[in-house]
């Protein structure tokens, strides 16, 4: 029996001198999730750090028989976790579309510290933790997960990478395994060149020290720990920084 597909589509707005955010869309095969019951979440704190400010009047969510009415709850799940939830008016007939654009967070130096999960700019992209910014339906079923770029709202050169890969990505899992990954797009610098391979690191910034020397060695630590771990050519052995 085929697992039921989780199609997600994502197209980062990028301008000359302004960077809107990210379009997000995504199709999830058959919920049929009944009225009044949770249809989405994504948590307004995680580790001290806010989640968008997504509210119900952003989202557009539609399946065959139309648009659904939503219902926001917020509701603490645990000291560093709130989580905000969206209700439908009614029972889901067959596929969802979920749609909104996720807008980067306004950070400065007065901005309180705390783990960089927020989707953030910089000069040339973005960046974020997919918990704090993607709004995803409450179930612990397994999906054929599918994630495709769209591009042509950015500057040529712009590459897009998650924690998965770069580029097209097609994973067995749930909706955690997206909420848990992150996602950069923009002019994306890599070691290797291509980020082909099972170790690849990231940047956007140039920063002040050799970037590829760092994850030079950071690749060495990576083979250690899979060779310990007897991991060495299996698909959980694969690392994005």
Request: charged share 20%; with cysteine.
């Amino acid at each position: 029996m085929s697992l039921p597909r989780f199609s997600l589509f994502l197209s980062p707005l990028i301008r000359c001198h302004k960077i809107d955010g990210l379009r997000v869309r995504y199709i999830i095969e058959q919920p049929a999730i009944p009225g009044g019951r949770a249809l989405l979440q994504l948590p307004w704190t995680v580790g001290g750090v806010p989640g968008m400010p997504l509210g119900a009047a952003d989202l557009t969510v539609t399946d065959n028989l139309g648009k659904l009415a939503l219902t926001q709850h917020d509701k603490p799940t645990s000291t560093s976790v709130g989580m905000r939830r969206w209700l439908a008016d009614r029972d889901t007939a067959g596929d969802l579309v979920v749609e909104y654009l996720a807008t980067p967070r306004a950070v400065d130096e007065s901005t309180q510290m705390g783990p960089l999960f927020d989707l953030r700019t910089e000069p040339g992209g973005l960046i974020g933790a997919g918990v704090t910014f993607l709004a995803l339906p409450v179930t612990d079923r397994k999906h054929d997960i599918t994630l495709q770029w769209d591009l042509s709202g950015a500057p040529a050169g712009t590459r897009a990478s998650t924690s998965l890969g770069e580029g097209p990505i097609r994973i067995t899992g749930t909706v955690k395994e997206v909420a848990s990954s992150f996602y950069a797009a923009g002019q994306l610098r890599s070691y290797p060149d291509d980020a082909r391979g099972p170790f690849a690191m990231y940047w956007i910034t140039e920063p002040n020290f050799d970037p590829a020397a760092v994850a030079r060695l950071l690749h060495q630590i990576y083979l250690g720990m899979c060779c310990f771990f007897r991991e060495i050519g299996r698909a959980s052995c694969r690392e994005r920084v």
